[in-house]
């Protein structure tokens, strides 16, 4: 039987599930209700179509050497704002109000650093990355259905796929954050800056749900097994990047001021809670709607169309 445990396993569990993968998504209520079509080949190879748009292809091996983004060196933290970067442009206002991309990078562009992330610009060869699917990384602690229990902390993994336009993408395709969250000092931030995995514990050495976990149900999607959710963020949410989070709420705006990000007065009416749900097979956010609020409805939808296929150079070339 499936139970709250299994969705936050099957949450941290993507980045060992799929090697490659052809997926649509399209948003709704949001960007003009964009629709792409991308191809991934873990690890660090993507290929992006927007629908009557020029495609988009990232390779992380050959970009990261020219600053492109998506560097293979980024540790996983969360991803912040700060006023030390004054050319980023603040438009969280329509992030909040419509789902703008915050960050409109063109990821395969050369010379472009990522100023999202407090790592994209730090040395390299400082210390050894490797990818999850690597046999030398250090490993998750495994449930007994293949899931994983617990996450190995540290710098040393590299768990992101590619990004395209913002870390919404990211999110989606590793919804780590619908799984764990992290302890906050009184500030609102995480006791560590979001900078590590390595911090945030509780004090039993257990990270506290990211989530509150309403109802659960499965299904199926388009022909796969599906687990459907419905959330509520806790006070311990994390999401990779506060002003892209796949759960906007008043969580995530508490961070965003507390980073200093400035907000729209007034503010929207935030959702009750978010319909989510996972493909049990990858791992990856299928589904994701406010319920209630001024975006009542608004997210996305995914269809998973090509699982563990092999994909070559060419496709990226």
Known sequence: MVDVETFRALARSSPWLWSSIQLTRTMIGQENDERVRAWIRRPGLMRVEPEGGVAT??????????G???????ARGRARYSDAEPD????????LFGWSAYVSMGAAEPGVVDPHDDA???PTGEAEFR???DPLAPQPVWRDDGLVATRADGFTVEYDDPMYVNYLWVAMLDP????????????GLPDDGGLADDGGLADDGVRPPG????EL????RHGRPTLDVLVRPTAHYNPRCTCCALLFSEVTARLLREEGVPLPEPMPVFPDAHRVSLDRRTGICVELRDVGGDRDGVGFGVVIEEVDAVYTDALFG
């Open 57 to 66: 292809v990232i390779h992380e091996s050959r970009d990261a050497g020219r």
């Open 68 to 74: 492109g983004a998506g560097l293979g060196t980024m």
């Open 88 to 95: 980023r442009p603040r438009s969280v206002a329509s992030r």
């Open 120 to 122: 994209a610009g730090a």
């Open 131 to 133: 990818t999850p699917q």
């Open 176 to 187: 780590l954050e619908l799984a764990d969250g992290i302890e906050h000092d009184d500030g």
């Open 211 to 214: 989530v509150e976990v309403l």
């Open 217 to 220: 149900t499965e299904s199926l």
